[in-house]
């Protein structure tokens, strides 16, 4: 599948310290570990010997030991010892599939096969204006692209968001326009009146956003409020969405902020945040199907859904198959 070939965030950076972590990518067990040098590696969840969970294991010397009968794998995926014969050198074709791995924006990435795709850029990541936070990770009983589409879609402010990004009196979608970029699309002109768009709000107001798709499962928005509805002078921020394709119709989340505030406590940016998402979480999971039609004539739209109808085309232009219907 295409979705191999892309890198995915399974877990957060710091979730991976001296023992394994067992996570899930795309339907596959894996496991997380770090060798002696801090190096992060990613593997199948399963010795090769007789199929235990590696994750049950432990680091032992830098090599990943087995739970079952103690053998010991180093970092390059081979077996350099097995505690039941001391003297046996195990042969090279006794090894552990190994997975790429990065690590970027506070996140471990994985890569299952071999492709030309890099990770997904995050411009704001490099701005030293801005301060960088993440928030999550949220368990969503939905598939990833339900995820993406939900994050584009402005028209539902004013309902699920009442009172914070949206109100019911100011509900309509002014025209935006939509482009295909090299690696995704790209929405802007976008407009919405909100209540509250941000932690540091006074008064409601317009709010301008842009949006970027710019990897199968990730989004990003940037947004710029009326400066007079701001406490925080010269505010701005960026938003990225970063997900987990854990199963077709399961996804792990992550918020990565962008943010002109280096004031407030970790908690109070990310109680915003949970604040929102939880508002979104038990429509999401409502959704049926769980997976994205990315044939247009399966659902409804209106000019308004012109981002997520070009993301479901986007999707099927990539031949995704993972958390879709076609």
């Given at each position: 599948?295409?979705?191999?070939?892309?890198?995915?965030?399974v877990a957060a950076a710091e979730?991976?310290?001296?023992?394994?972590?067992?996570?899930?990518?795309?339907?596959?067990?894996?496991?997380?570990?770090?060798?002696?040098?801090?190096?992060?590696?990613?593997?199948?969840?399963?010795?090769?010997?007789?199929?235990?969970?590696?994750?049950?294991?432990?680091?032992?010397?830098?090599?990943?030991?087995?739970?079952?009968?103690?053998?010991?794998?180093?970092?390059?995926?081979?077996?350099?010892?097995?505690?039941?014969?001391?003297?046996?050198?195990?042969?090279?074709?006794?090894?552990?599939?190994?997975?790429?791995?990065?690590?970027?924006?506070?996140?471990?990435?994985?890569?299952?096969?071999?492709?030309?795709?890099?990770?997904?850029?995050?411009?704001?990541?490099?701005?030293?204006?801005?301060?960088?936070?993440?928030?999550?990770?949220?368990?969503?009983?939905?598939?990833?692209?339900?995820?993406?589409?939900?994050?584009?879609?402005?028209?539902?402010?004013?309902?699920?968001?009442?009172?914070?990004?949206?109100?019911?009196?100011?509900?309509?979608?002014?025209?935006?326009?939509?482009?295909?970029?090299?690696?995704?699309?790209?929405?802007?002109?976008?407009?919405?009146?909100?209540?509250?768009?941000?932690?540091?709000?006074?008064?409601?107001?317009?709010?301008?956003?842009?949006?970027?798709?710019?990897?199968?499962?990730?989004?990003?928005?940037?947004?710029?409020?009326?400066?007079?509805?701001?406490?925080?002078?010269?505010?701005?921020?960026?938003?990225?969405?970063?997900?987990?394709?854990?199963?077709?119709?399961?996804?792990?989340?992550?918020?990565?902020?962008?943010?002109?505030?280096?004031?407030?406590?970790?908690?109070?940016?990310?109680?915003?945040?949970?604040?929102?998402f939880r508002q979104d979480q038990?429509?999401?999971?409502?959704?049926?199907?769980?997976?994205?039609?990315?044939?247009?004539?399966?659902?409804?739209?209106?000019?308004?859904?012109?981002?997520?109808?070009?993301?479901?085309?986007?999707?099927?232009?990539?031949?995704?198959?993972?958390?879709?219907?076609?």
């Open positions: 599948m295409i979705e191999h070939q892309h890198w995915h965030p979730a991976i310290g001296t023992q394994p972590v067992a996570a899930r990518l795309l339907g596959d067990d894996l496991v997380l570990w770090r060798d002696a040098t801090g190096a992060a590696h990613a593997w199948p969840d399963r010795c090769p010997h007789r199929g235990a969970k590696l994750s049950l294991g432990r680091v032992d010397g830098g090599r990943l030991e087995c739970p079952y009968h103690g053998w010991q794998f180093e970092a390059s995926g081979r077996c350099v010892h097995v505690p039941a014969v001391p003297a046996f050198t195990p042969p090279a074709t006794h090894c552990v599939r190994t997975f790429a791995v990065r690590e970027a924006y506070g996140l471990v990435w994985v890569r299952l096969a071999d492709g030309a795709h890099d990770l997904p850029a995050f411009t704001a990541e490099g701005d030293a204006r801005l301060r960088k936070l993440n928030c999550g990770p949220y368990t969503v009983e939905t598939s990833a692209p339900r995820l993406v589409e939900n994050f584009l879609d402005m028209a539902h402010f004013a309902f699920v968001h009442e009172g914070w990004l949206g109100q019911r009196g100011a509900s309509a979608i002014d025209d935006y326009r939509v482009d295909e970029t090299p690696t995704g699309l790209r929405a802007t002109q976008c407009k919405a009146w909100q209540p509250q768009s941000n932690l540091h709000s006074t008064a409601p107001a317009q709010v301008e956003y842009t949006y970027e798709v710019n990897a199968p499962y990730t989004a990003i928005l940037t947004k710029i409020p009326d400066p007079g509805s701001v406490a925080l002078p010269d505010w701005r921020e960026s938003i990225a969405l970063f997900l987990c394709p854990v199963d077709t119709e399961r996804t792990v989340a992550w918020f990565r902020l962008a943010v002109a505030d280096f004031d407030s406590p970790d908690q109070k940016l990310r109680d915003f945040q949970d604040t929102i038990p429509v999401l999971e409502s959704q049926r199907p769980k997976r994205l039609p990315v044939d247009l004539r399966a659902e409804l739209h209106s000019p308004a859904d012109r981002a997520s109808s070009a993301y479901r085309r986007y999707l099927s232009r990539l031949d995704i198959t993972f958390g879709v219907t076609r």
